[in-house]
């Protein structure tokens, strides 16, 4: 197959272009390549998706694209540009305009209405679920036939958001761990490798359809268990309870401020419990969580420049002696 990867230079995207090289196939990148390098074995084409499309892939015949772009005019201009490939796109859970029901599937979720213009995301953050709903309405009216994915929390070595790697770190450092709410409040992850993988099947079979990009339905319990185990975890971990945890300033989700991972229920208690049954028909496979534990340790162990986001062990002792 000839693959175009739109990114390829980070996290995901670079999964994607890794994983189908390693299946063979020929991979091409586009980007602007100022936030990483493509992986080995595949061919980096300069592109500012602002600009128009270059010569160098429109004169090329692609099997298939993978874009994980949040822009709705780069899609409507890139679908319009490469108009014989399957797209894959890459959306988010974020498109879903309920965050509060459980088990849900793309065909029972309502989405956002649709944000057509480009909004600044530093600026109007709230804005990407209804971008990205816009992007799929491009790819799906404008791809001869397309796959949209709709991931959860995507984990795992290179992760820039940091929100899991937080735990394999703090676990492996031992210790009392503040842990976040209830052992049985819902955790969904995906490892970014398996969703990769799995994103290159479906470019391979030109799969049709819309999923969710999710791991199967566990416990927050569950989640730090398990990547406590893999670590060599050998400490205690507190859970507070929501209400303690807001009545200190701490944060959910994500930032300096949070506990990551950790979300504010019931408002939140169906953004981590979506039923992945219909991805797992559809050909994803998911590794065990201790794996991607033991592999986040490592990724962060060899690159101190790796992020994790969170508050600090300072934070925490004072927040775990109850000030
Ligand atoms: N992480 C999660 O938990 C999560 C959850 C739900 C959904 N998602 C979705 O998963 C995908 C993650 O993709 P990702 O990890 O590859 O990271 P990303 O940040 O979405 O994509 C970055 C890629 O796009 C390229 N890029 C950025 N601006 C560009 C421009 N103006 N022109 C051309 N290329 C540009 C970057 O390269 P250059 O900067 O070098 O151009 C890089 O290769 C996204 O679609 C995201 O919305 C993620």
């Not at 994980?68 to 890459?90: I, N």
């Not at 504010?264 to 969580?289: F, K, Q």
């Amino acid at each position: 197959m000839q693959l175009l990867v739109l990114g390829g230079t980070v996290f995901l995207s670079r999964a994607v272009a890794a994983a189908a090289v390693a299946r063979g196939h020929t991979v091409v990148c586009a980007a602007r390549g100022v936030s990483g390098s493509a992986p080995e074995r595949t061919e980096l084409v300069v592109w500012d998706r602002d600009e128009p499309a270059p010569v160098a892939l429109t004169a090329r015949r692609f099997d298939a694209v993978v874009d994980v772009a949040r822009h709705p005019s780069r899609v409507r201009a890139a679908v319009a540009a490469l108009p014989h490939a399957h797209w894959v796109f890459v959306s988010s859970i974020s498109a879903y305009a309920d965050d509060a029901t459980p088990g849900g599937t793309p065909s029972t979720l309502p989405l956002h209405e649709p944000r057509t213009d480009d909004a600044d995301l530093s600026v109007e953050p709230e804005a990407y679920g209804p971008m990205k709903v816009a992007c799929e309405q491009a790819v799906l009216a404008g791809a001869p036939t397309a796959t949209v994915v709709r991931p959860g929390l995507v984990v795992g070595p290179g992760d820039p958001s940091g929100r899991y790697s937080y735990w394999p770190r703090r676990l492996s450092e031992g210790g009392r761990v503040l842990a976040p709410g209830r052992p049985d409040d819902s955790a969904q992850v995906i490892d970014v490798r398996d969703l990769a993988e799995w994103l290159v099947t479906c470019a391979e079979q030109r799969t049709g359809g819309i999923f969710d990009g999710i791991g199967p339905v566990t416990t927050l319990g569950e989640v730090l268990g398990r990547t406590g185990s893999a670590v060599g975890f050998d400490g205690e971990l507190v859970w507070m309870p929501q209400e303690d945890l807001e009545a200190a300033g701490v944060a959910p989700w994500s930032g300096p401020d949070s506990i990551p991972l950790w979300l504010p229920r019931p408002a939140y208690d169906g953004m981590l419990a979506h039923d992945a049954t219909p991805s797992l028909r559809a050909g994803l496979t998911v590794r065990p969580l201790e794996e991607t534990a033991r592999d986040t340790l490592a990724w962060l162990a060899a690159d101190p420049a790796a992020p994790v986001t969170g508050i600090g062990r300072e934070r925490e002792a004072e927040l775990l002696a109850g000030g």
